[in-house]
């Protein structure tokens, strides 16, 4: 199900539209996304991180 509610990226303020009504800024998803023990995409996400880690140590 699609949520209705945005909420902005900036002040914080929730609303229904795409902007902001009080500082104009653009409006995101209030929520972040659901857990998953089946997580598809862990692999690569555990690969980029121990990636960045080893440019972090030889730089």
């Known amino acids: ?10 002040c914080g303020t929730y609303t229904l539209r795409e902007a902001c009504p009080r500082c104009g ?15 598809r995409y862990g692999s690569y996400r555990r690969r980029l991180k121990r990636e960045g880690e080893n440019a972090w140590r030889t730089s």
């Open 25 to 39: 800024a653009p409006a995101g998803n209030p929520m972040p996304p659901r857990y998953s023990p089946e997580d």
């Open 1 to 10: 199900m699609r949520s209705l509610l945005k909420k902005c990226r900036d």
